[in-house]
């Protein structure tokens, strides 16, 4: 055999050991839904996100970042904003979907790239662990890359992205425009918890609460520096941490820590996985705040009368604010109605209904003013 021969099949070997792949990571579709409450189409940006959501809650991530076109919005990252309206593929039209920062589309889309992204190689299993202190509000998110694949030669961040749902202000600036309206074009969209056609146009901010919306990005649109090194071993385990002190206005039990892995010379996001921030809060397991649908109505209007689908007898209640406090407290509760305070202010609440020592009906309550 020739010595050129040699060299061929040495550097073939060498490249594929370089390149080799130990395992297959899970694939998470990251969706970054573009929006804004001054975009009349937008509300089906809302309704296919929130579909793709439901249907695939284990292998997406949706975050709205919410655009300033109006100067008024009141949910924009600026760096986020102008990260993902600088992508290149970007047309500049309202709502879009932006599919692992590979291509821009319209949100009717949404569920075709899905489809089509969701066996892309995804480098490295993200895990994502949470540690929040309900006195200081400071979330600290560890975040673990386990790479599937080598990488020299760098190019690759870990970002945290912050979403929150069930926002919510009657202040005019959260008023949603609507042009599906029978007000405005008339048209049928039905989703995200609306019948957007009987809508007016705007829908009044008391009338909305936005979902999977985008509060920071750590560091830059790609991501922190540092926090991956530049070179990583098939099979290599890296941890970085991440800290977050949540805004008084903001209700650390309706938001998520996502990390994203992004290779910095594409933009392209490779993979990410989320935590909630307060999985287990005083008490109240997740599986039994997932048990929401037992609550009705919610949201629930200030001093009427909270109802559950469950008879009880001689049960407790525990109320919890949104820190966690414990502001009500009720023992020998019988029926399927629950007394609750009539002076509890407007906001989310954890309720906790137990009885012969085990938690019969727990979950998620918000009371609008």
Known sequence: MKPNHLLTIFCALFFLNINAQTFTPVKRVVIEELTGTWCGWCPRGAVYADSLANMYPNTTEIIAVHNNSSGIEPMVVGIYDTGATSLPFFGGGFPAIEVDRLLADDP?????????????????????????????????????????????????????????DSVHNNSSPYDQDNYYSFQA???????????????????????????????????????????????????????????????LTSYPEQMKAIILLININTSAIMNANHAGLTSNLTGVSEAAQKRSAHIYPNPLAKGATLQIDKMLTDASLAVYNSVGELVQQAENISGNTIPLNKDLPGGLYFICVKQDGNTVMGGKLIISN
């Open 108 to 164: 009717t889309d949404i569920f075709t790239h899905y489809y089509n992204h969701i066996n892309d190689f995804g480098l490295a299993d993200i895990t994502v662990t949470v540690v929040y202190d309900t006195s200081t509000r400071i979330a600290t998110v560890n975040a673990t890359a386990h790479f599937a694949q080598a990488v020299n030669g760098g190019g690759y961040n870990l970002a945290l992205v912050i979403t929150e």
């Open 185 to 247: 074009m008339n048209m049928p969209l039905t989703g995200a918890g609306h019948n957007w056609q009987a809508e007016p146009n705007p829908v009044p901010a008391a009338d909305m609460y936005y979902n999977h919306v985008a509060r920071t990005i750590d560091g830059t649109y790609l991501g922190t520096n540092g926090s991956l090194p530049s070179t990583i071993a098939a099979g290599a385990i890296e941890n970085y941490s991440f800290t977050y002190t949540v805004p």
